[in-house]
């Protein structure tokens, strides 16, 4: 079983649409969590980091279930440029980040 | 502006070669590290390095070789071990405040080619 898993998608959702990723992590000792958007043949880069209590920036709302080791990514109104593939990042003991396979999301005319 | 250098951006190698990815930073991080992304893949970690003259395998160090010499320079060895080499390498960096570390600042990337 892969540490943080996604589902690869690709997600295709018309502009405007409410679209949700989820993440699963096997570690239970890992201490944070990240969201990473990543474009086409680019480098990621940081979306926002997700808290116990969830978290919202703008658009983005980040949830975490410790319970169940299970991340959450909710997109509202979706632009075009939000096209890119998000990875869910966990950061276990010693810095360590363990990347999930991310998920392609496609945001249509 | 403090940022990652990676150099090449663009890298082909034969059969056999020693090739050299260059990662520098000028953001005063102490740690830095290297990944590999295969197509469609999520990031592996392939070494690391949390002070100078101290580095650490990650989990497909295979193949590969590093040095920290300068805080700011972590440079990767893809050797002639390593069988599937095509791929995208990316460096990070990251600051140490007090016992954790904080803020992954990613590099460009190289992708790396064998012909």
């Known amino acids: 079983r892969k540490e943080v898993e996604q589902d690869p998608g690709p997600f295709n959702v018309p502009e405007g649409a409410t679209v949700a990723f989820n993440c699963t992590y096997s570690?239970?000792?890992?201490?944070?969590f990240f969201w990473y958007r990543q474009d086409c043949r680019k480098e990621p880069k940081l979306l926002m980091s997700v808290y116990s209590s969830g978290n919202e920036d703008g658009r983005f709302t980040a949830q975490l279930n410790r319970a169940s080791q299970y991340i959450s990514l909710l997109i509202r109104d979706s632009k075009l440029s939000d096209s890119a593939t998000y990875l869910c990042?966990?950061?276990?003991?010693?810095?360590?980040?363990?990347f999930g396979g991310g998920t392609r999301l496609m945001v249509k005319p | 502006d403090g940022g990652i250098t990676q150099s090449p951006k663009y890298l082909f190698r034969k059969e056999g070669q020693n090739v050299t990815l260059s990662c520098e930073q000028n953001?005063?991080?102490?740690?830095m590290y290297w990944y590999r992304q295969d197509p469609g893949q999520g990031l592996r970690l392939i070494y690391y390095s949390q002070i100078v003259n101290d580095f650490q395998k990650g989990d497909i160090a295979e193949g590969y070789s590093v040095s920290r010499e300068k805080k700011e320079s972590f440079p990767l060895t893809v050797t002639s071990a390593q069988k599937n080499p095509t791929a995208f390498y990316l460096c990070?960096?990251?600051?140490?405040?007090?016992?954790?570390?904080?803020?992954?600042?990613f590099g460009s990337g190289t992708r790396l080619t064998v012909v």
């Open positions: 953001l005063n991080h102490d740690a």
């Open positions: 990042v966990v950061n276990n003991a010693g810095n360590m980040l363990t």
């Open positions: 570690n239970s000792a890992s201490q944070s």
């Open positions: 990070a960096s990251t600051k140490r405040q007090g016992g954790d570390y904080y803020g992954y600042t």
